[in-house]
């Protein structure tokens, strides 16, 4: 009996020191959530105001042609995966990876891994990397945004691949994560988009918007910043959705933690109890031979 309430208080010792640590991992993750969500929220704006460029010139120019806006023969699809650097975040990674999984069923494709994770996945998977250079996602700022999307295009004006794919994680809120799957090149259906007017009415005259050298050019080169911003986006989303999913899990380990703790000393309490009282008959029975 003494043994075994010795075992039981080991394992509440061991228990709260794992409590600890899911409470402190929950606490960070709070922190760096706020300023994952800000990060998110400022970026936008930019994106919306590139993609609006595109759109316009797309519709306003009857000479316009594009690369990046023609079907392409090529049905191979470059997908960019962003998954997170570490665990311990419950469903967020294997989510993301079944996401890909599911478009990706069937098609020729290589990927460009972005975080730990993707890397480790990918890798196991033997499947065509594209560069491992961006295998940790915490570090990465606008700047590599920017490599990565320059990248991308070189290889798309290439004809290495015909599509280009972004699979992340889109931050809902603290307690709703979703991996989507967004086509972003080629941009052969931009013309459909509503907010494709030739110019701005300013008192009943129509401002007509002139590119030089032309419109082509102009859009040629907005495409790699657009898909840059769109990248960064993503990875701002994607940061904030593992700090949300991993702040929910260590929540939740913590809880259970506490549960556990709690049924421990119940089993600890009632064995101690159970001990006394066979003490205790064991003296009155000795007393009573006596």
Known sequence: MAGNMKAVKLRIKSVQSTM??????????SSKLRRAKERSEKCRPYFDELYSTLVNIA????????????????????????????????????????????????????????????????????????????????????ADSFAISNLICEEYKKGSF???????????????????????LP???????????????????KNIILYEPDSTEVFNTIVPEYLAGVIYGAICDSVASEQAARRTAMDAATSNAEEMIEQLNLHYNRARQASITQEITEIVGGAEGL
């Open 20 to 29: 600890q640590i899911t409470k402190a991992m929950e606490l960070v993750a």
């Open 59 to 142: 519709n306003s120019n009857t000479d316009f042609s594009s690369i990046y806006a023609k079907d392409n023969v090529n049905e191979k699809v470059c997908y960019v995966v962003i998954a997170g650097d570490r665990g311990l975040a419950g469903g967020y990674n294997s989510n993301l990876f079944k996401c890909f999984e599911a478009d990706a069923k069937g098609k020729a494709y290589s990927v460009l891994p972005i975080g730990k994770k993707a890397v480790e996945y990918f890798k196991h998977k033997n499947a065509e990397i594209l560069t491992e250079a961006f295998g940790e996602i915490a570090p990465i700022a606008v």
């Open 162 to 184: 015909g599509c280009v794919s972004l699979v992340y994680t889109e931050f809902i809120n603290i307690l709703s994560q979703v991996p989507h799957t967004v086509a972003t």
């Open 187 to 205: 941009l052969a259906d931009i013309k459909h988009k509503k907010g494709g007017e030739s110019g701005k009415e300013t008192g009943g005259v």
